[in-house]
């Protein structure tokens, strides 16, 4: 089986440095969201990896060929017209049914399904209260898709679609992203999830599957709840610390940061070589290389070699800045 990973169609994220980073390089609880992802293929038979990326396939092929073991091939997005337009750079080297996995999520779902259905496709999704916020999908009384709903403005589902898809029947996906490019554009844009309406007008039928857990890293606010979780379900860990140094648990602190005279906690991660000295920092994700001193940080974002002083608040900081007073 291959899988198709779009990194373009839903755009990139800008990470608190000073230069942007694809959203599946954004760290949560010390890994990048790729890397969470990736786990979930462990024990499916993956043939290769099919990354759709922007202009940053630079970033992506160095970090992925170092990382993965996987095939893998490259494929650059150049016009940013939607996630149907993504997908459909992979037509000519998809052998057979795919699996395609946005990577702006980290989930917790049971993907050897692939193997087993009889069904044309699978959608995983989530029921959620602020259905509002998203795609929702929804199905008939044998759990089969029925249509799919951007943003509906009444309770008609609470199955949030989260990005996670099989197709069996390739040749009716590629039918479906022919009928939806030929169609006007959908607020400037071709969304594969017109093509998975198509499929389904055109008899195919495609099962709706539930995820345990779906954490969203694509606002700073929900990050830091996904880096809070991801801690708390096991990614939490330190070294011993001082008399001096209070950790609050959920922590994840790597090696080589300095602590002193501080309170670390929870939800917590701090990267190499990060130093605390006379601070509480509560809710957080700190990368390399930080210096804080003197303040009281919580809900807040640091790029690399972000210097904190005498500050109380929270933000999102960019890499190399220099944060003075309140």
Not at 26 to 45: H, I, N, S
Not at 72 to 80: F, L, N
Not at 140 to 153: H, N, Q
Request: with cysteine; glycine share 10%.
């Amino acid at each position: 089986m291959q899988v198709i990973i779009p990194l373009a169609g839903k755009g990139t994220r800008l990470r608190p440095h000073t230069h942007l980073v694809p959203k599946a390089l954004l760290k949560v609880a010390g890994r990048p969201v790729m890397d969470w992802v990736m786990d979930r293929l462990e024990g499916l038979d993956v043939t290769e990896l099919i990354f759709i990326t922007g202009h940053l396939k630079e970033q992506i092929e160095a970090y992925t060929s170092s990382r993965y073991t996987i095939p893998a091939r490259y494929i650059e997005q150049k016009v940013q017209d939607g996630t149907a337009g993504a997908i459909n750079l992979a037509r000519p080297y998809v052998k057979g049914p795919v699996m395609i996995i946005f990577v702006d999520t980290v989930f917790e779902a049971d993907l050897t399904l692939a193997a087993t259905t009889t069904a044309d496709g699978i959608i995983w999704a989530k029921e959620v209260e602020d259905y509002q916020r998203f795609g929702v999908v929804v199905t008939d009384a044998e759990g089969f898709m029925t249509k799919i709903v951007e943003k509906p403005s009444t309770p008609i589902s609470k199955l949030a679609n989260i990005g996670l898809y099989f197709i069996r029947d390739v040749d009716a996906l590629w039918a479906g992203i022919d009928h939806t490019l030929a169609a006007p554009a959908n607020k400037g844009e071709y969304y594969l999830t017109d093509a998975f309406q198509h499929m389904i007008e055109a008899g195919r039928k495609i099962q709706t599957a539930a995820v345990g857990g779906w954490y969203d890293c694509g606002q700073l606010e929900t990050t830091l709840e996904t880096n809070g979780i991801l801690l708390a379900q096991g990614a939490a860990a330190h070294a011993a610390v001082g008399a001096d140094v209070t950790i609050v648990e959920p922590v994840l602190i790597e090696s080589g940061c300095t602590l002193e005279r501080c309170t670390i906690g929870p939800n917590v991660t701090l990267e190499t070589g990060t130093v605390v000295r006379d601070a509480t920092v509560t809710d957080a994700i700190v990368g390399p290389r930080c210096v804080i001193e003197g303040s009281t940080l919580s809900h807040a974002m640091l790029g690399e070699a972000v210097k904190i002083s005498g500050f109380t608040g929270s933000g999102s900081f960019g890499s190399h800045t220099d944060v003075r007073g309140s």
